[in-house]
């Protein structure tokens, strides 16, 4: 758990800062969204250690308390960064790669028990919704606001409703669908 933790802090750190000092640690410790972050790996330890009452508790504290509705299902690796918590709502089923950082009001959810996957290196902007059975790449940018409800492939950026390329390998492309 802990090493999940200061993996996740060092990243957040670092999308603040650019660094790691005792200094920039401690300010991102205080920033919005850090003790969601912590909450969701609480709970994931207790889940695994078959304390399922403490991890269910400590879904229902974070989302009361910090605004994020994480699902106690919900998977991802080293590097998860909540950078706002408010409006952050994750579906049980949803599984991440590492280094996944999300604004506030976001959405990834499941329909009709289908949930998305992420790979690695992904930010997703305020508001974004990943609806359904979608595999999302690594290298991805979600815009704002964006709505995706189709499979998004490797080292692309996508905005709009519904979401489509904009960029592909950094370089902007006349927007394609997805």
């Known amino acids: 758990m802990f090493e999940n933790i200061k993996e996740d802090i060092r ?3 670092l999308w603040y800062y ?3 000092t005792p200094e920039t640690i401690l300010r991102t410790l205080l920033t919005d969204g850090t003790l969601a972050m912590f909450l969701y790996r609480s709970a994931q330890f207790f889940k695994r250690k078959n304390m399922g009452i403490l991890a269910g508790f400590l879904s229902r504290f974070n ?3 910090t605004g994020a509705l994480i699902g106690r299902n919900a998977k991802f690796g080293k590097g998860f ?3 706002h918590s408010i409006g952050v709502v994750i579906n049980s089923g949803v599984t ?3 280094n996944i950082l999300i604004e506030h009001c976001v959405t990834i959810g499941a329909e009709k028990k ?3 996957r992420l790979g690695n290196n992904i930010f997703i902007g305020a508001g974004a919704k990943i609806i359904g059975e979608v595999n999302i790449g690594n290298n ?3 815009g704002a606001n964006a709505v995706v409800v189709d499979d998004v492939p490797d080292n692309v950026t996508v905005v709009g409703v519904p979401a489509r390329v904009v960029k592909i390998n950094g370089k902007k492309v006349e927007a394609v669908g997805l």
């Open 11 to 13: 990243h957040k750190c």
């Open 18 to 20: 650019d660094k790691t």
């Open 63 to 65: 989302a009361i308390l």
């Open 81 to 83: 960064v909540i950078i």
């Open 96 to 98: 991440g790669g590492n």
């Open 114 to 116: 289908r949930a998305p």
């Open 140 to 142: 991805v940018k979600i």
